[in-house]
T-cell receptor
Framework: DGGITQSPKYLFRKEGQNVTLSCEQN?????MYWYRQDPGQGLRLIYY???????QKGDIAEGYSVSREKKESFPLTVTSAQKNPTAFYLC???????????????FGNGTRLTVT | GDSVTQMEGPVTLSEEAFLTINCTYT??????LFWYVQYPGEGLQLLLK?????DKGSNKGFEATYRKETTSFHLEKGSVQVSDSAVYFC????????????FGTGTRLKVLA
């Protein structure tokens, strides 16, 4: 079955360390997204990518970086510059094209990052 | 700018009660509208969608109608079950060429046996 795989499910890091969250999809989707979820705040967009080798900052990109070297993969690095990195991180994708603006997002099961 | 407003939770109901979760939006044109559900520790799953005025999305007993005149997309279910306990998110995708989706803050539903 096609889907989005995020790994690991739980991640623990010490303050000051960079950490990379994995996101892989086999849906052949063009667009991929990273969201951060905090209790009571809904979803906030970190980065998104419409095609390989291209990505755009979302609303809260500071302290994060991404790459999109392959269509299937969109890893997120949480750097030591991110002031409050402890959160639930969700990766999503959709098949996006100029004629599919109504296509829904498909989500992975998330990675819960705890930084102490 | 574009936005989505959902009713505050938590919503607590007894099994077999009628459910309404309100969602209103602000956007130009005719955005696509979505309801997602999130179970504890999981990602969001698409529940239903509507892409034009008066469209009714439905799935698993849940329904929502795209009301352009009131800019609303309220989620309803006639008889909830304990297994419906989750967080529900209303979302929109503008038609203005952006690739962004706008999410509400989510409404937690708790169904008691």
């Amino acid at each position: 079955d096609g889907g989005i795989t995020q790994s690991p499910k739980y991640l623990f890091r010490k303050e000051g360390q960079n950490v990379t969250l994995s996101c892989e999809q086999n849906l052949n989707h063009d667009a991929m997204y990273w969201y951060r979820q905090d209790p009571g705040q809904g979803l906030r967009l970190i980065y998104y990518s419409q095609i390989v080798n291209d990505f755009q900052k979302g609303d809260i990109a500071e302290g994060y970086s991404v790459s999109r070297e392959k269509k299937e993969s969109f890893p997120l690095t949480v750097t030591s510059a991110q002031k409050n990195p402890t959160a639930f991180y969700l990766c999503a994708s959709n098949r996006d094209s100029s004629s599919s603006y109504n296509s829904p997002l498909h989500f992975g099961n998330g990675t819960r990052l705890t930084v102490t | 700018g574009d936005s989505v407003t959902q009713m505050e939770g938590p919503v607590t109901l007894s099994e077999e009660a009628f459910l309404t979760i309100n969602c209103t939006y602000t956007a130009t044109g005719y955005p696509s509208l979505f309801w997602y559900v999130q179970y504890p520790g999981e990602g969001l799953q698409l529940l239903l969608k509507a892409t034009k005025a008066d469209d009714k999305g439905s799935n698993k007993g849940f329904e929502a109608t795209y009301r352009k005149e009131t800019t609303s997309f309220h989620l309803e279910k006639g008889s909830v079950q304990v297994s419906d306990s989750a967080v529900y998110f209303c979302a929109l995708r503008p038609t203005s060429g952006t690739y962004k989706y706008i999410f509400g803050t989510g409404t937690r539903l708790k169904v008691l046996a």
